[in-house]
């Protein structure tokens, strides 16, 4: 969530208002609804943006003509604001910076728009979901609907927090279950529970009040953070301009197996959880 949430600031201070001219896509299995990209591209052309949000991981552009165009940028995928031009079947940046890095140059996806610049989408492993919906359908729909509570909203409160949470199952999978709680990743849900001392292996039924408010508050420390260093840049992410995020400079837990845990010294050890890789300190999260 935190790295959707700074694309999403990004866009409206860049693309907010513009009008989407054309649209080009080489990996058409990206397009999910409707399931032509011949109709996508004529029903998205013309259409003015007026407004970006965020819901759970989903970036949400709500268009001219009652449209709602969703991306969810998966586990590679990243939006690009710049211009570019194709060179020998593949896009280039026409400008010096951090756009050229090898992690930005995997774009499926080029909206055109009306200023004469272009927002891509570069996804590595081609798992990015494309979506036009009609605006009233979209929120009439069991997609929108089945989303859990956004964990930095006002209205979540701690009584919120723990109602939500069911009384089986583990709390490094029920923290990243978006059923529950919308968009905790893995990367967050680890260093969620290092910084709460909870073990990620925990059923929730048995957690205590004094654990699940150590959970509750690390939730909006650690995402209030990520969001302000700009995500994490440890794997595919980049930010809108390319450059990457600092987060993954700060973790304690994510990816840290086998180094010294920064609190108590002992070593980060690593297990999977639900297919997940989950990394947790052995003595000081019990």
Same mark, same amino acid.
């Given at each position: ?9 990004? @866009? ?6 513009? =009008? ?18 011949? $109709? ?16 759970? =991981? ?7 003509? %009652? ?11 990243? @939006?690009?604001? &710049? ?33 004469? =610049? ?17 605006? &009233? ?42 059923? $529950? ?19 990620? @292996? @925990? ?26 260093? %700009? ?10 301009? %390319? ?33 997940? &890789? ?9």
């Amino acid at each position: 969530m935190p790295e959707v949430e700074t694309i999403v600031r990004d @866009l409206n201070k860049t693309v907010l208002g513009r =009008k989407i001219e054309d649209v080009w896509c080489d990996w058409r299995k990206s397009i999910k609804k409707p399931g032509s990209f011949s $109709v996508f591209s004529r029903a998205i052309k013309g259409e003015r943006i007026e407004r970006i949000w965020r819901r759970a =991981k989903n970036i949400i552009f709500e268009l001219s003509g %009652g449209k709602i165009l969703l991306i969810h940028q998966k586990m590679t995928g990243h @939006l690009l604001y &710049g211009i570019w031009s194709m060179q020998h079947k593949a896009w280039m940046p026409k400008e010096k910076g951090p756009l050229e890095e090898p992690a930005n140059r995997f774009i499926h996806l080029v909206f055109y728009l009306d200023n004469g =610049k272009q927002l891509a989408l570069s996804d590595l492993r081609k798992f990015a979901k494309i979506e036009l919906w009609d605006k &009233g359908q979209f929120f009439r729909s069991i997609v929108f609907k089945s989303w859990g509570p956004e964990p930095l909203e006002k209205s979540f409160t701690f009584k919120k927090f723990k109602k939500t949470l069911p009384q089986r199952g583990r709390i490094k999978q029920v923290l990243m279950n978006p059923k $529950v709680i919308a968009g905790i990743g893995n990367i967050y849900a680890d260093e969620i529970l290092w910084e709460a001392k909870v073990h990620p @292996l @925990l059923q929730t039924g048995r957690l205590n009040n004094q654990q699940l408010r150590a959970i509750y508050k690390a939730i909006r420390k650690v995402l209030q953070k990520a969001i302000k260093l %700009g995500g994490t840049s440890i794997s595919d992410f980049r930010k809108l301009s %390319g450059e990457k995020g600092n987060f993954g400079e700060t973790r304690k837990a994510y990816r840290r197996d086998k180094e010294e845990c920064y609190r108590c010294g002992a070593t980060i050890k690593r297990i999977k959880i639900g297919g997940r &890789g989950t990394c947790f300190c052995p003595k000081c999260q019990r």
